[in-house]
């Protein structure tokens, strides 16, 4: 920060003309009451609109419409006003109205939010007026246009439903465009612009509202962005010159200014409690999306007495906004209390203190939610490393070294979602890296060696609010590993689905580690019409590895495969490829379950007399399946259904689970050889859903995960444990398939 502080002397206006007014109240005591506990602030209502003493107001949507919303500080209730514009008094009082912005709402409400507060209602048309500010309870400024064309500033109060106005003395006639400031100790700052010659300027003037008298203070030959009044300053922004903060001391005319040496798009937040002015650099918590890595200043309090500094927040965007009892608010976030609504006041030993009013409950300081990597890892497919940042502005510092070798490859990933992006930025905050980008710049990622690979980052905060951010962990990377059910390969599991009438669907999902479960990624992927012609379709699992493929029997019994390429976005399946006759024998089929150890994926099959029948995937997509092997000699027909789940147990292999007619489900552990243990009972209840689906390892921890459908659309997601005692999680509801249509088949 470039800080020039220049004093200079007021020049066109006397003292006098600038002195506090003789009857000027003095500072308010300091606000030593015990804060109360936070309230949600909802993260998707961005600035407050106004602020007052019982809670504040932002905008919302509500049915679909522009509403306003009041939330209390007391206990959280939001209160929603239908009306789609609304401003601040800096008191309980705010205005609300319909027009596309405040100054067009030509018939207004004044509403007192505190509990047992009225409503005034004003209609200014007849008055040939538009709203200016509101400053009291009942008492408004607004700009009248005269019969001749001129226009006057009046204070219009409303007394028994009737209107009564005063005019406000002292603002010249030409002036044009008038905005004010909350009301203080009985006063406003006022600005408006004054034409001179060919160029424009804009004038501050202090407006006495009980005697309805104008004092301009200052003329500028640029817009003076954020004004703010006390009894003894006033502060305001150069909003043209890159952070330029101005503060004027009301009874010498003395000036000071600050030049944070800001680009002009860099704007500065200023604000004013007492006399100490407020300062910092505009800085949202997740940033603008450019990777923007400029300079920033902490939101900060400086005496304009004695030149001391108080760091009140580590970021803020504003505007600074006037509240109740001596206090402003503004949003913005310190790494203690959270990103939200802070209110200003002084404390105790008479410097500003910050105290959260409404919280987001987004974390301000960088943290690490996990890494997004499919294990065993495929070395030679398009699915990026990814891990996810609870926010996108970062820079992150990435080491991946092969722990047999020692190689290692590191680089600095630039994370913006602006424009065409980064290329290391997948948005939700997630971000990382392919082998082929690997590749393009290190030995260690041309060698491509299976094995163990250790990964360690540092995250750096591109606005530069919270600490640096570090973590590390490990997995475990092979070549052409099998997909057992992500058909785009882009790391994520698909499911196949048929509707009533006859259309097969993919559906691509992500899971959701904040909810835990399986959400939908983008809308469904129409496949084609005509696939009622088939009895079953069954994912496999990529037979030559990669994305995975799948297989359908139709009514004649012929079992066709579908060899699938996935290019890390999309799918491209290739016409069918007959396998063979004869598959009607079978009433259940199963894929997707490595059963002897091999790292391909293999095919189950029960037949009508019971006996189970397993089939070795050959990699070879011409021929996918070995001769078929018995496994199970009967018993197997008291099933309606049977899911290769993959390793769910810990076992040597893949595994099996099988549900019997009393919705009773069994696990079968994989030995490893193609054969399974003794069925082991692990829950009853699963009669309830018509699909169970072998998704693989959904959430990335290394065990193959369930998701089960049943009616009314609805959807389960079972997480792996690992543990073959107890294989899976506590279910958890997916919306995966809720808004689709009803599909008869899962797979």
């Given amino acids: 920060m470039a800080a020039a502080v220049t004093t200079v002397l007021a020049v066109t206006l006397g003292a006098g003309a600038l002195a506090a007014p003789a009857g000027a109240t003095p500072p308010p005591t300091a606000v030593t009451a015990e804060a109360a506990a936070p309230v949600p602030y909802t993260a998707g209502h961005d600035l407050p609109v106004a602020v007052g003493k019982s809670g504040f107001l932002t905008r919302a949507r509500v049915d679909d419409k522009p509403a306003l919303q009041w939330t209390r500080f007391a206990d959280g209730k939001v209160i929603t006003i239908d009306a789609p514009v609304g401003d601040s008094t800096g008191t309980d009082v705010i205005m609300t109205g319909r027009g596309s912005s405040p100054s067009r709402s030509l018939v207004l409400q004044l509403r007192d939010m505190a509990p047992g507060g009225g409503t005034v209602t004003m209609d200014l048309r007849p008055l040939n007026a538009t709203y200016v500010k509101a400053v009291s309870k009942d008492t408004i400024l607004a700009k009248v246009t005269n019969t001749d064309g001129t226009t006057e500033l009046r204070l219009v109060t409303s007394t028994g439903g009737a209107l009564t106005q005063r005019k406000v003395e002292g603002v010249p006639a030409a002036a044009q465009s008038p905005a004010a400031t909350p009301a203080r100790d009985g006063s406003v700052l006022l600005t408006y612009s004054l034409q001179d010659g060919t160029s424009w300027e804009r004038e501050l003037a202090m407006v006495d509202l009980a005697a309805a008298k104008a004092v301009p203070v200052r003329r500028l030959a640029y817009y003076p962005g954020s004004p703010a009044f006390s009894a003894t300053h006033l502060v305001w922004e150069d909003d043209m010159a890159g952070g330029k903060v101005y503060a004027r001391d009301r009874a010498t005319g003395a000036e000071t200014v600050i030049d944070f040496g ?140 092969h722990r047999a070798t020692g190689t290692s490859f590191s680089k600095t990933l630039h994370l913006y979602s602006e424009s065409a992006g980064s290329p290391y930025y997948y948005g939700g905050g997630v971000f990382g890296i392919t082998w082929e980008q690997i590749a393009a710049e290190s030995q260690m990622g041309r060698d491509a060696a299976a094995g163990v690979y250790d990964w360690s980052f540092t995250a750096h905060s591109q606005n530069g609010v919270g600490p640096d951010l570090e973590a590390s962990g490990s997995f475990t990377a092979a070549k052409s590993v099998s997909s057992p059910h992500d058909l785009d390969w882009d790391g994520a599991p698909d499911l196949l689905a048929r509707d009533t009438a006859g259309v097969l669907w993919q559906l691509d999902s992500r899971y959701d580690g904040t909810r835990k479960t399986l959400v939908p990624h983008y809308s469904p992927s129409k496949i084609g019409p005509g696939w009622q012609t088939y009895d079953r379709i069954e994912t496999v699992g990529g037979i030559g590895g990669g994305a995975a493929d799948f297989v359908a029997r139709d009514k004649s019994g012929y079992l066709w495969l579908y060899d699938v390429t996935g290019t890390g976005y999309t799918s491209t399946i290739a016409a069918r490829k007959r396998i063979g006759g004869g598959w009607n024998t079978y009433t259940h089929l199963a894929g997707g379950s490595d059963l002897d150890g091999d790292g391909r994926l293999d095919l189950l099959g029960v037949d009508k007399a019971g006996a189970l029948w397993f089939y070795k995937n050959t990699g070879n997509v011409a021929a996918p399946f070995a001769a078929r092997k018995k496994i199970g000699t009967g018993g197997w027909g008291i099933y309606n259904q049977i899911t290769a789940t993959g390793n769910i147990g810990g076992a040597a292999a893949g595994d099996l689970v099988a549900r019997d007619k009393d919705g009773v489900l069994w696990l079968y552990l994989g030995k490893g050889d193609g054969t399974f243990t003794a069925r082991k009972q692990i829950g009853g209840g699963w009669g309830a859903y018509t699909d169970t689906i072998g998704i693989g390892d959904a959430n990335y921890d290394g065990r193959p995960d369930l998701l089960a459908y049943g009616p009314n659309k609805t959807a389960y997601f079972y997480a792996g444990t690992g543990d073959h005692r107890k294989p899976f999680g506590p279910r958890v509801a997916s919306p995966v398939l809720t808004d689709q249509p009803t599909y008869n088949q899962v797979s």
Avoid: C
């Fill in 262 to 401: 800001l680009d002009e798009d860099q704007g500065a937040i200023v604000g004013l409690l007492d006399s100490w002015q407020l300062y910092g650099t505009w800085a949202s918590l997740e940033g603008s999306g450019t990777g923007d890595s400029r300079p920033h200043v902490p939101f900060t309090a400086k005496s304009l007495i004695t030149g001391q500094t108080v760091k009140l927040l580590d970021y803020a965007y504003g505007p600074v906004m006037p509240g109740p009892d001596n206090t402003v608010f503004v949003r913005g976030g310190t790494v203690e209390q959270g990103d939200g609504l802070y209110r200003i006041s002084l404390g105790a030993d008479g410097k500003p203190t910050a105290q959260a009013v409404a919280v987001t409950g987004k974390p301000v300081a960088l943290r690490y939610l996990g890494a997004q990597i499919p294990q065993p890892f495929d070395l030679s497919s398009p699915v990026p490393l990814k891990w996810k940042l609870s926010r996108e502005n970062a820079n992150v510092d990435l080491r991946i070294t």
